[in-house]
């Protein structure tokens, strides 16, 4: 099944002690292109975020939103300065037995913990594995979302493009069946100019048969529908592969508006010439169309 380039999934759970959100969003590129937003302390997940969505997605600009909650112990944790606070201590008593002060141990305390400096409040380390382990659980439920909306648009694509080749394959029997009469209409016209002109003149039937064979090698578009066909067929194939194709269309779309180009120089005919304009209107349809096609 094909896959369009632009998407999007949510996914929301708590997993251990965190409550993790993952976003994704897409549109069309021409190579995978991966950017996220993360928590600045949780800066580590980010490539293996993008090598995990990066193993289901090949084209398309990406944009990954992750929030994470810790709602389990604090994140942080209070360090005390051992030797700033024995300096401390030391200097109390010192100052409490020359002044004779008698203070107790409770005030000294009291007085101690006031000094904030001893005490220095630091984020806890984080088991990069476990964050980790909780935040891929959520992301691959996020990308499931997400390549299944990726899915259901491509789906929808490919019944357009599909729709659009069967309409130039109609175009190009037509021109097939008229391109002959061609050839016929220009035989009956120029014996009759000749005759209208040179009526008492003897006509050179041979000469005549090979302006006309001239005429039908000039205007002989077999070969370009032949081609466009082909094309058109393996256009079919494509769409229903399950790999990114969308260059591969791409470039099969080129050849097509290619044969198209050479019928319509070829072209002496106002009804093969109309035909011609449309198959180019659906073609330029389908280019744009597969611009988004992963």
């Known amino acids: 099944m094909i896959k369009s380039m632009t998407g999007y999934g949510r996914a929301q759970e708590t997993v251990g002690s965190y409550n993790i959100t993952v976003e994704l969003k897409s549109v069309n590129h021409r190579y995978f292109e991966f950017s996220a937003r993360v928590p ?8 293996k975020l993008k090598n995990l ?95 299944a909306m990726r899915e259901t648009e491509g789906e929808k694509m490919r019944d357009d493009v599909l729709s659009r080749a069967n309409f130039i394959l109609s175009k190009v029997a037509f021109i097939e069946q008229r391109s002959p009469e061609t050839v016929k209409e220009y035989n009956a016209k120029l014996l009759e100019r000749l005759n209208e002109f040179l009526s008492d003149i003897h006509i050179d039937e041979q000469r005549v048969a090979t302006e006309c064979a001239i005429f039908a090698d000039k205007v002989a578009v ?15 194939v494509f769409m229903n592969c399950s790999e990114p194709i969308g260059r591969k269309i791409d470039f099969l779309v080129q050849e097509m508006n290619r044969e198209a180009n050479t019928i319509g120089s070829k072209a002496q005919d106002v009804e093969i010439a109309g035909c011609v304009i449309d198959i180019k209107a659906e073609i330029e349809k389908i280019r744009e169309q597969i611009q988004n096609i992963e």
């Open 40 to 47: 600045r302390s949780y800066g580590f997940i980010e490539d």
């Open 53 to 147: 969505i990066g193993s289901f997605v090949s084209r398309g600009k990406i944009e990954c939103y992750v929030s994470i909650e810790n709602i389990g112990e604090t994140e942080s944790e209070v360090v005390l300065d051992k030797k700033l606070a024995e300096e401390y201590l030391k200097a109390y008593n010192e100052m409490a037995d020359e002044f004779d002060l008698g203070v107790k141990d409770s005030y000294i305390f009291s007085a101690l913990v006031k000094n904030s400096d001893i005490f220095s409040v630091r984020k806890k380390a984080v088991d990069e594995d476990e964050v980790w382990k909780s935040v891929s659980e959520v992301a691959k439920i996020a990308v499931e979302k997400f390549i």
């Open 222 to 236: 077999a070969e370009e529908t032949v081609r466009l066909r082909s094309h058109i067929s393996q256009l079919s």
